[in-house]
């Protein structure tokens, strides 16, 4: 992080004194891990498709091979991937602070990989797997690489356990993620680019319920002057740089 950057002391002693925190993470807290953000170019195979268009029921109704694969490609580069000092960060200040929610747009497992306890997965986990047609779990202890698995209870197309565009996000998550959003006194967005809803209006309740909310992210994106403070720095650096401003300690 630049050396000019100066945290508000404002926002270090909210840290500080805070009861109720909530957090909302996306792809931009998993980048600095080394996997793409979810609007970063595509690369190689992949460059042809928008991630949009694949995560999508159509998408793997239409060409389910196609969609598992792309799945399977995303886990091997999370599964080569380590928690950065980002998530390391918010797992040390989930243990400093009495109520605590961190809320993920992320499918990668990383804030559980980092030591995270009470996290609220939003749009599901590559590395859980569901039914199609009957939509309860399969347990796969590893995926195969090239085409979806049969469900061993009805024979549908295994999927991954996210929820893809048009789906409905899971009914006791959102319940869980708006209820901290309008009870914490400081929200904290970081690494979303704010365009996908209903996640991106997070923020937004919170900051109508009378929290102080932050937005921590590398450039302006949708939700720009639309939060008390905007800081623009990689989440990998700001936030352990925040921890030892607030509490003499990084993870
Ligand atoms: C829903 C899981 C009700 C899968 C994801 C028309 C038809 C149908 C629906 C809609 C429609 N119009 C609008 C909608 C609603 C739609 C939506 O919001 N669309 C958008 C595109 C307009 N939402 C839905 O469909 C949701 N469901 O609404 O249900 C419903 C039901 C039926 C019909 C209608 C409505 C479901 C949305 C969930 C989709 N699943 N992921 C998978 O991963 O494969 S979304 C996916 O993109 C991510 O999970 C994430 O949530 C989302 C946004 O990505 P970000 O995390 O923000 O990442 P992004 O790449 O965009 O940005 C990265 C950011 O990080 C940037 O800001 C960058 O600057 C920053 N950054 C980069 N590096 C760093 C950094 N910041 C800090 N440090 C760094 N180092």
């Not at 490609?73 to 999370?78: D, G």
């Not at 195969?144 to 565009?165: A, K």
Request: aromatic share 8%.
């Amino acid at each position: 992080m630049n050396d000019h950057m100066q945290i508000p002391s404002a926002l270090i002693e909210r840290l500080r004194t805070a009861q109720s925190i909530t957090v909302l993470t996306g792809a931009g807290v998993s980048a600095e891990s080394g996997v793409p953000t979810f609007r970063d170019a595509q690369t190689g195979l992949w460059a042809r498709y928008d991630p949009a268009e694949l995560a999508s029921p159509a998408a793997f109704r239409a060409n389910p091979t196609l969609v598992w694969q792309w799945y399977a490609y995303r886990r091997s580069l999370v599964a080569a991937a380590m928690p950065n000092p980002g998530h390391l960060a918010l797992a040390d200040l989930e243990r400093r602070i009495a109520d605590f929610t961190l809320i993920t747009q992320n499918v990668d497992g990383l804030h559980h990989r980092a030591g995270s306890q009470n996290v609220v997965e939003l749009h599901g986990n590559l590395f859980r797997y569901r039914c199609f047609d009957d939509n309860e779990p399969v347990e796969l202890t590893t995926a195969p690489p090239d085409d979806p698995p049969r469900c061993p209870r009805c024979g549908g197309l295994v999927r991954p356990d996210v929820v893809w565009f048009g789906e409905w996000l899971p009914s006791a998550a959102w319940r869980t993620a708006v209820a901290s959003a309008e009870r914490c006194e400081l929200f904290l967005c970081i690494g979303t680019s704010g365009v996908v809803r209903p996640a991106a209006d997070l923020p937004l309740i919170a900051r109508s319920a009378g929290a102080y909310t932050v937005e921590i992210n590398i450039a302006p994106g949708a939700l720009d002057g639309r939060l008390n403070l905007h800081l623009y720095a990689p989440s990998g650096q700001l936030l352990p740089a925040l921890m030892i401003a607030a509490f003499g300690a990084a993870a």
